[in-house]
């Protein structure tokens, strides 16, 4: 499978999930004063934002871009650039949004996708990308839809990384609850050997720290939200003490799922 075939059927590389791309965090729009820029960083990787911070909604609305958006484009232009077409009304009941109007703020929430400036350092293999997602977004009147052409650099970072194909599961991760909850499916759909990982360590492997209390906001909102979803996602959530007090001592076991699929770079 060459990479524009790979990209059209699997758009999603594993590197934007691990290293944080997209902050577990749903608020409103954050945006930096200017010149300003959000460094954050673990063992792995080093991330710098300018210009928004990205979090799971900013993810939920790009995956169904490249997911559900029209290919009828792909391979048509001059510069071979990759277009997606799609209603934003269309967006917005894949998000689940029942309400006929109020479709702006999708329209904003792809707009500082396309303002934002990304980059990514690999600690470990010493590669580096620097890329911005969307290159152009607008309303095309001809076609009564929304156009949305990928930065050309956002696909040059897919192509020096594995991608996944998990469509099958992506209407159950948008009717997740809880952006934390989101963020740590995406990751541990990532592995394709299933994975084990107690549940302070996935907390830190995307991204939440700060005071013990908070920690433990966000421990109780994942786990009461994974004891609903642990069945579709092939989750078991193992006590590794009889004290039912202690969330920490959980081991959160993955196991592949099926219809998960990997694709590998072309060599």
């Known amino acids: 499978m060459n990479d524009i075939t790979r990209f059209s059927t699997a758009p999603t590389n594993i590197t934007e999930i691990k290293a944080n791309i997209f902050s577990y965090y749903t608020k409103n729009k954050v945006e930096f004063k200017k010149d300003e820029t959000l460094i954050h960083e ?66 904003s929430k792809i707009d500082e996708m396309q303002q934002t400036l990304i980059q990514v350092a690999n600690k470990k293999t010493a590669e580096k990308w620097k890329f911005a997602i969307i290159h152009t977004a607008k309303h095309s009147t001809k076609l009564n839809t929304y156009a949305i052409v990928i930065h050309p650099l956002y696909y040059n970072f897919f192509q020096s990384n594995i991608s996944i194909n998990y469509s099958y599961y992506l209407q159950n991760i948008l009717s997740l609850k809880n952006g934390i909850t989101k963020a740590c499916i995406r990751y541990l759909l990532t592995h394709k050997t299933g994975h084990q990982i107690n549940i302070n360590n996935l907390l830190k492997k995307i991204g939440v720290n700060g005071t013990k209390r908070n920690l433990n906001k966000q421990k109780a909102k994942l786990l009461n939200e994974l004891k609903e979803v642990k069945e579709t996602f092939n989750i078991q959530l193992i006590k590794t003490t009889d004290d039912s007090r202690k969330n920490s001592d959980i081991t959160i076991k993955y196991t592949r799922l099926p219809q998960i699929k990997f694709y590998y770079q072309k060599k």
Do not use: A, M, P
């Open 42 to 107: 673990d063992d792995c990787f080093k991330v710098e934002l300018k210009g928004y911070k990205l979090n799971q909604i900013h993810k939920d609305i790009l995956d169904i871009i490249l997911y559900h958006g029209g290919k009828e484009f792909d391979g048509k232009l001059k510069d071979n650039s990759f277009v997606r077409t799609i209603s934003l009304y269309k967006i917005k009941q894949h998000l689940g949004y029942t309400s006929s109007n109020n479709i702006k703020w999708i329209e």
